[in-house]
Nanobody
Framework: QSQLVESGGGLVQPGGSLRLSCAAS????????VGWFRQAPGKERERISC????????NYADSVKGRFTISRDKADHTVYLQMNSLKPEDTGIYYCAADKSVCSGYVWAWGQGTQVTVSS
């Protein structure tokens, strides 16, 4: 069964940092673009960042641009989301998902999510 596994969430104070990781089970993540999504309490899930399979193309939602960085390491088949200058409005469940080789929005595998809480 193809699925993704996120890790790295937790409780952090405003202004702090976290790094989320996304790994795959049942397939090789290297061949696919990967998106990070966030679902805040009471809101719909939104894509906040995506990286192509090559790693050369990335994009970000305006709400996280300049604070979050997506990257991938093909040596360990993992995609990361470095989150800096965290704000309370960044609180939510973070999911990673596999796309085609480019960030097309055609997501075909999801992780179970990891909780991020930004609070003092």
């Amino acid at each position: 069964q193809s699925q993704l596994v996120e890790s790295g969430g937790g409780l952090v104070q405003p202004g702090g940092s976290l790094r989320l990781s996304c790994a795959a089970s049942g397939f090789t993540l290297d061949y696919y673009a990967v998106g990070w999504f966030r679902q805040a309490p009471g809101k719909e899930r939104e894509r906040i960042s995506c990286i192509s399979s090559s790693g050369f193309n990335t994009n970000y939602a305006d709400s996280v641009k300049g604070r979050f960085t997506i990257s991938r390491d093909k040596a360990d088949h993992t995609v990361y989301l470095q989150m800096n200058s965290l704000k309370p409005e960044d609180t939510g469940i973070y999911y990673c998902a596999a796309d085609k080789s480019v960030c097309s929005g055609y997501v075909w595998a999801w992780g179970q999510g990891t909780q991020v809480t930004v609070s003092s």
